[in-house]
């Protein structure tokens, strides 16, 4: 048995439960958020046999997508003659999924 930690931007949270659920992988979703960004994210939790591993990589994947987001840049040097910089936003890409899998000694369903 296996446990996968997908962690998935919020965008596409919805997406992939749905699609999970379709293809019959049960999962418990956790909110959590990015240290980077603090974006909203959902962790799904999904414990499957070893041969499913890759299947639940596939369908997660399938589900998230990768996407450019400006933020708010911080200057860190240099004044302008009114002693502030004006910051630029920055582009940066968002989404995709992070996947850990680890292995279950023991699971159990009460």
């Given amino acids: 048995m296996k446990l996968i930690f997908a962690v998935v931007n919020g965008d596409d949270s919805a997406a992939v439960s749905k699609s999970l659920s379709k293809h ?3 999962a418990t979703k956790l909110a959590s958020s990015g240290s980077f960004l603090s974006a909203g994210n959902t962790t799904f939790l999904i414990c499957v046999d070893d041969a499913e591993v890759d ?4 369908v997660v994947q399938r589900k998230c997508h990768h996407r450019k987001q400006f933020v708010p840049s911080t200057p860190t040097y240099g ?3 009114a002693g502030e910089v004006s910051a630029l936003p920055l582009e940066v890409s968002v989404g995709g999924a992070t996947i850990f899998v680890t292995n279950i000694e023991r699971f159990e369903k009460l």
Wanted: charge should be neutral; charged fraction near 20%; glycine fraction near 10%.
């Fill in 55 to 58: 299947e639940v990589i596939a």
């Fill in 79 to 81: 004044t302008s003659s």
């Fill in 24 to 26: 019959g992988f049960r």
